[in-house]
């Protein structure tokens, strides 16, 4: 599917573009804030092709579109004004509260910064290991162009989390840059290093060094969104524009210089010096409880509240002791992932389990967790373990980040500190929580899904073979009631493309399936949300009841039949729940399949509209019928 085709889908299910209050996307997920969740389909979204997981966590709405959100982030810019800050809109839902509102605020405002962020302190990891083996010497000025590249970002931080703090809270962002601006501005800086006593109108100001900070902007920016808006109900139409500027300026820089940014300091460098004190405390415990819930964390984006942490500590003390755990926690599922590839007999999961495994490597781990482990249970809580394990060694090591950037393989280098001291521990730790993983996954188990369909069409060919010279004219009788639509229409690519077989879809009124001809059961899958009928005459009928039904794993379902009975056209096979199948998500919409219908000239619709059971369905014409008699 192409990107911009799954734009339009998502923007669509989310409830439409007017629906939206704003969307940020990170390393993986688009983050959507809705005006109404009600509004969006979650259910079509999650049966989406292009889309691994959707969930709602700190009042946003999160889809998960894997490697590719860039492109499906830009493609919804392009289709519609989701990402226009001068399209106007209608008032936005109350905003979330606690913790939930607060995850939302962080997530919102670092967010959009995650990847430029890890591209740079790659590079600050790849100078630091080329300063300390002697490649590059730091007088160099090739090191020192480099590191201006590598380093600006965090150095002008506060610039760019006053654009995306300005966006999240709806306040004019060159205002805010403006303020930042004047945070690390020369003769600010100047003062501050100089030790020169300063005050505002009398008014001491205790200086301190914004360059690399986090919390001091977000406080300013957020109470600036505020008074501008009072400012500009408050003016007339005709100063405004510029009057409200003015007065932002005047009050806030002077505000945060005296108020909020000493406190946000201090706050900051509190967190970070308590987290470092449990590590110091204790570096093995510390580091198993963040090797083994930081995925946890993930999943419930709580993680958004330590993400500032990580920076402050790289800010203010030059390294952080507490995201090199983390890292263990993205190998062990990744290596949870793994062991599902080599077990699972289902090539479809093998498939998917492969590819997860290569993008968690380098730190994409949603698709493992949400496709693969998580709904597998045991290949999670594997991953558990070995991220603690992992995390023990990795925080007993006292390995050091050294810039910021999501743990995975290209990352490795912000780890490697002056002698590479603390580094072989990182590599013995996310080395043993992905084997660790991977061999509890592989031992522990889990419940393999059975390709039903592939046995189906085993079965079903083999039942071909035989009966390939002997198929002649059968008439179908409608083994559901309810409406007629066109197997084109069947939201499943292996039904509505015909590749299963010719035939017709039913969306049932009633959930009863009955026999559409008297003939024999060939097939009794074991979720029960399909069967398969053959006449005596040779036809062979697949009935499957709903989409990505197997999933129910036979929920709402009552069978009848088993392999091998003899049945008469309108015996009961089969029960079901309609309002309970699609209250969990899932299509009820029936395809009707002639898994041999290539024994056939033709396979004719004969019903439109709605259709009772037990009336004329299909003519199967064989063409063959008066010579084979």
Aim: charge should be neutral; hydrophobic fraction near 45%.
């Amino acid at each position: 599917m192409s990107q911009e085709k799954l734009a339009k889908e998502i923007v669509e299910l989310v409830g439409g573009e007017k629906n939206v209050e704003s969307l940020v996307h990170c390393a993986t997920r688009l983050r959507f804030v809705l005006k109404d969740d009600a509004k969006a389909d979650k259910a079509k979204l999650e049966k989406t092709e292009g889309i691994i997981a959707v969930k709602e966590n700190g009042g946003q709405f999160q889809v998960v579109v894997g490697n590719k959100v860039p492109e499906v982030y830009s493609a919804i810019g392009q289709i519609s004004n989701i990402l226009d800050d001068s399209s106007d809109k209608e008032k936005p839902r109350k905003a979330a509260k606690g913790l939930g509102g607060i995850i939302d605020i962080i997530s919102s405002i670092f967010a959009p910064l995650l990847g430029v962020m890890a591209g740079a302190g790659i590079l600050k990891g790849l100078l630091l290991i080329a300063s300390n083996i002697g490649w590059l010497e730091t007088t160099e000025t090739t090191y020192t162009i480099l590191y201006a590249a590598a380093d600006s970002l965090f150095y002008f931080l506060p610039l760019l989390l006053a654009v995306t703090t300005a966006r999240k809270f709806q306040g004019n962002m060159f205002v805010a840059m403006t303020i930042a601006g004047a945070l690390i501005y020369p003769s600010i800086v100047t003062l501050k290093s100089e030790g020169t006593p300063t005050d505002f109108f009398g008014i001491p100001v205790i200086l301190m060094n914004y360059s690399s900070t986090v919390i001091p902007i977000i406080l300013a920016v957020i109470v600036m969104s505020k008074l501008e808006k009072f400012f500009n109900k408050t003016l007339h139409d005709s100063v405004k524009n510029f009057v409200t500027p003015l007065f932002l300026l005047v009050i806030m820089v002077p505000l945060t210089l005296l108020v909020f940014g000493p406190f946000g300091v201090y706050v900051g460098n509190g967190i970070a010096a308590g987290l470092v004190a449990a590590f110091g405390f204790s570096p093995l415990l510390a580091g198993a409880v963040m090797g083994a819930s930081w995925q946890l964390l993930v999943i419930f984006g709580i993680h958004w509240g330590l993400i500032p942490v990580f920076i402050n500590n790289v800010a203010v003390y030059g390294q952080d002791g507490v995201k090199p755990a983390a890292t263990a926690s993205i190998f062990a599922q990744t290596g949870a992932a793994f062991g599902v590839m080599l077990k699972t007999k289902n090539k479809k999961l093998k498939t998917l389990a492969g590819s997860s495994t290569l993008t968690a490597l380098f730190g994409i781990t949603e698709p493992a967790i949400y496709g693969v482990t998580l709904p597998l249970k045991r290949p999670f809580i594997a991953g558990v373990i070995g991220g603690a394990v992992g995390g023990a060694i990795i925080g007993q090591a006292g390995t050091l980040a050294f810039a910021s950037g999501a743990p995975g393989l290209l990352t490795l280098p912000i780890f490697y500190g002056p002698g590479g001291q603390g580094f072989p521990g990182l590599i013995l730790g996310i080395v043993v929580s992905f084997v660790v993983s991977a061999v509890l996954t592989y031992i522990m188990g889990f419940k393999d899904p059975v390709e039903e369909e592939t046995k189906f069409e085993s079965t079903t060919s083999a039942q071909q073979s035989v009966r390939a010279t002997n198929a002649s004219d059968e008439n179908v009788f409608s083994p559901i009631e309810g409406t007629i639509v066109e197997l084109s229409e069947v939201p499943d690519p292996a039904f509505a493309s015909g590749a299963m077989g010719k035939g017709i879809a039913i969306e049932p009124t009633v959930g009863r399936v009955v026999a559409p001809f008297d003939g024999t059961v060939t097939v009794a899958f074991k979720k029960k949300h399909a069967l398969a009928v053959v006449s005596d005459t040779g036809a062979e009928i697949l009935v499957h009841v709903g989409v990505d039904t197997v999933k129910l794993d036979g929920q709402h379902f009552v069978s009848h039949i088993k392999e091998g009975d003899r049945v008469q056209a309108g015996d009961l096979l089969l029960e079901f729940d309609i309002a309970q199948i699609k209250a969990a998500g899932y299509h009820t919409v029936t395809p009707i399949i002639v898994t041999n219908s290539a024994n056939y000239e033709e396979v004719i619709p004969q019903a439109t509209g709605q259709v009772h059971s037990q009336e004329l369905l299909l003519k199967l014409s064989s063409g063959n019928d008066q010579e084979q008699k």
